[in-house]
Every structure is written in structure tokens, then in C-alpha cells.
Nanobody, 127 residues
Framework: QVQLVESGGGLVQAGGSLRLSCAAS????????MAWFRQGPGKEREFVGT???????????DFGDSAKGRFTLSRDNVKNTLYLQMNSLKPEDTAVYYC?????????????????WGQGTQVTVSA
């Protein structure tokens, strides 16, 4: 069983930055595929980005179209923590951001591929 706890959300002005953190329990964190999703008011859950293990100390990263060029992912396997650095934030980035994890092979960037979820952290971007 993996438990995920997000933090770092808050209120920021457009153009600003935030860094979200996702602290994970579990001894095999380094091998889990980790991801961020978000869900805005009245919207479906949207893929933001994912990072997965592809070899010794090597991870790939992929992003949804809304995040490309503005968001980056990093992970600290000693602290069992995943980070989402969000820059050049826009009002349309306002959402609850969820951390997700799975030990399975992910074949598509959709929520159903992930087995473990955090409770979410609110990000609000003002115009």
C-alpha cells in the first residue's frame, strides 16, 4: 500500500510560480511511475505530467499539452518525494492538483492507469 500526501498549493498571481510536493510512503518509491493530475471546477480530471523509471537512476518525463514548457518534474528518492515546479502560471491552471502512483506499466496518460492517489492540493491563480 502506498500513501501519497500533496502540499505546496496556494494562491498565486498570474505569471507566478509554485512548487508542489508529493510525499510517498513505501520502500519501492524509486520504481513507481508517478504522475500529477488536476481537476478544475466543473472539469474532468486532466493529466499534467508523469515520470517513470527507465533504468539505473534514470527517469523519463512526459507532460500534457497545457504543462509543456512551463512545468517540470523532479523526484527525490531519498525523501520519497515527487515535485512539480509550475512556472508562468495562468488563471486556467486553477485546479485541485492530485499526485498519483502505480507500480504497473502505464500505457496511457489517464487516471484509470494509476492505483494510488493523494487527497489533492488547491492551486488558485488570480488574474
Amino acid at each position: 500500500q502506498v500513501q501519497l500526501v500533496e502540499s505546496g498549493g496556494g494562491l498565486v498571481q498570474a505569471g507566478g510560480s509554485l512548487r508542489l510536493s508529493c510525499a510517498a510512503s513505501g520502500r519501492t518509491f524509486s520504481r513507481y511511475t508517478m504522475a500529477w493530475f488536476r481537476q478544475g471546477p466543473g472539469k474532468e480530471r486532466e493529466f499534467v505530467g508523469t515520470t517513470r523509471w527507465i533504468g539505473t537512476n534514470t527517469y523519463s518525463a512526459d507532460f500534457g499539452d497545457s504543462a509543456k514548457g512551463r512545468f517540470t518534474l523532479s523526484r527525490d528518492n531519498v525523501k520519497n518525494t515527487l515535485y512539480l515546479q509550475m512556472n508562468s502560471l495562468k488563471p486556467e491552471d486553477t485546479a485541485v492538483y492530485y499526485c498519483a502512483a502505480t507500480a504497473r506499466v502505464v500505457v496511457a496518460p489517464v487516471a484509470s492507469q494509476y492505483d494510488y492517489w493523494g487527497q489533492g492540493t488547491q492551486v488558485t491563480v488570480s488574474a
